[in-house]
C-alpha cells in the first residue's frame, strides 16, 4: 500500500502545452513508461506502476506515456504504431531540452512493456542512443522477431540508449527470446511458465489464468517489485539457463535489474522466483 500520487504531481502533458511541461522540476531526473496493447494509461495496473515508481524513486518525475488510442487496434496496427508513438516520445525529450537548459536528455529513463519496449527503442534511436537507459519489460516477439528478426532499427536494440536491460519473461511465445541489451534477464530461464503462472488450487490468482499471457505479463509484475529496495531481482552471468541451473556459474558476477541497476554488468543473467510475491528473498545490503 503506497501514498496515491495528489494533484500537485500527478498532470497531464500534451506535445505544445508548454505550461504543463514547465511543471516537471528542473533538478528532477524524468522516467518515462509506455504500456503495450490494448492497454492504456488510466488500466490500474499502469497507474500502479506510476505510483510504486515515484514512491521509491522520488528524485524522479515519473510519467506515463498513454498511446490507447493506437494500441487498442488489432496487433498489425498496434504495431506498426510504435513508430509513431517513438517518434511522439522523441519529441516530448526533445520540447523539454528546449524548454530548460538544465534538462539532458542523458538523464531519461524511459521504461517499456511489450510492443512499448519496442516504441522505447525507436525513440531512443531517434535520440542517437544518448538516453541514460531503457528498461524492456518482455519485448514482444510476433513481428519483430518472429517469424523472422527485423533489422534493429525497427525493434529494440543495445544501441538506443547508452544502457539497455531487458527482461525476459515469455520466450519464444509473445515475447522475445533474443539478446538485444547490454544486460538480459531471463528468470526461470525467461520461458512460459513462470512459476507465479502455474495452475495451483493453492494459488488462486492462478485459477483460469493462461500460462503463456500471464506469464508475458510477469515482466511487468516483476518490475513493479523490483522497484523496492528491499528486494533485488538478481541474476547470475551465465552462458545459459543449463549451465546456471546446473551450478557452472556459482562464482560468476551477479546484475542487478531494474530501477535500482547500477548500469555495470553486461551479459545474460539468470535467477530463479517464487511462486507468490515477493518473487524474491529480502536482501537489504544488495549493490549492484
Not at 67 to 90: E, M, N, P, R
Request: glycine share 8%; proline share 6%; with cysteine.
Amino acid at each position: 500500500n503506497y501514498p496515491q500520487v495528489d494533484d500537485e504531481t500527478h498532470f497531464d502533458l500534451q506535445l505544445g502545452d508548454l505550461k504543463a511541461f514547465h511543471r516537471l522540476r528542473s533538478h528532477k531526473r524524468v522516467a518515462l513508461f509506455l504500456h503495450g496493447w490494448r492497454d492504456e494509461g488510466s488500466k490500474q495496473w499502469v497507474q500502479e506502476m506510476l505510483i510504486t515508481w515515484t514512491h521509491f524513486q522520488p528524485s524522479y518525475d515519473v510519467c506515463i506515456v498513454d498511446w490507447g488510442h493506437l494500441s487498442q487496434d488489432d496487433y498489425k496496427a498496434a504495431s506498426g504504431s510504435i513508430f509513431q508513438v517513438g517518434l511522439t516520445v522523441a519529441a516530448i525529450v526533445e520540447s523539454l531540452e528546449a524548454i530548460n537548459p538544465r534538462f539532458s536528455r542523458k538523464n531519461v529513463t524511459i521504461a517499456g512493456f511489450s510492443l512499448g519496449a519496442h516504441a522505447a527503442g525507436f525513440a531512443g534511436s531517434l535520440l542517437k542512443g544518448e538516453l541514460e537507459q531503457i528498461i524492456a519489460l518482455d519485448p514482444a516477439a510476433p513481428m519483430f522477431t518472429m517469424p523472422t528478426i527485423v533489422a534493429p532499427k525497427y525493434r529494440l536494440d543495445e544501441n538506443d540508449a547508452q544502457f539497455v536491460q531487458v527482461l525476459h519473461t515469455s520466450s519464444g511465445t509473445l515475447g522475445t527470446s533474443l539478446k538485444c541489451g547490454h544486460a538480459d534477464f531471463y528468470p526461470n530461464g525467461g520461458t512460459v511458465p513462470q512459476p507465479n503462472c502455474q495452475q495451483s488450487d493453492q494459488i488462486p490468482e492462478t485459477r483460469n489464468r493462461n500460462p503463456i499471457s500471464c506469464s508475458h505479463s510477469t515482466a511487468a509484475v516483476f518490475f513493479k517489485q523490483s522497484m523496492d529496495p528491499t528486494y533485488p531481482f538478481l541474476g547470475t552471468h551465465c552462458d545459459s539457463y543449463t549451465d546456471f541451473v546446473n551450478g557452472h556459474c556459482v562464482h560468476s558476477h551477479l546484475g542487478r535489474f531494474g530501477v535500482h541497476s547500477k548500469q555495470l554488468n553486461h551479459g545474460n543473467f539468470y535467477f530463479i522466483t517464487e511462486p507468490e510475491e515477493p518473487y524474491v528473498k529480502p536482501v537489504s545490503t544488495a549493490r549492484r
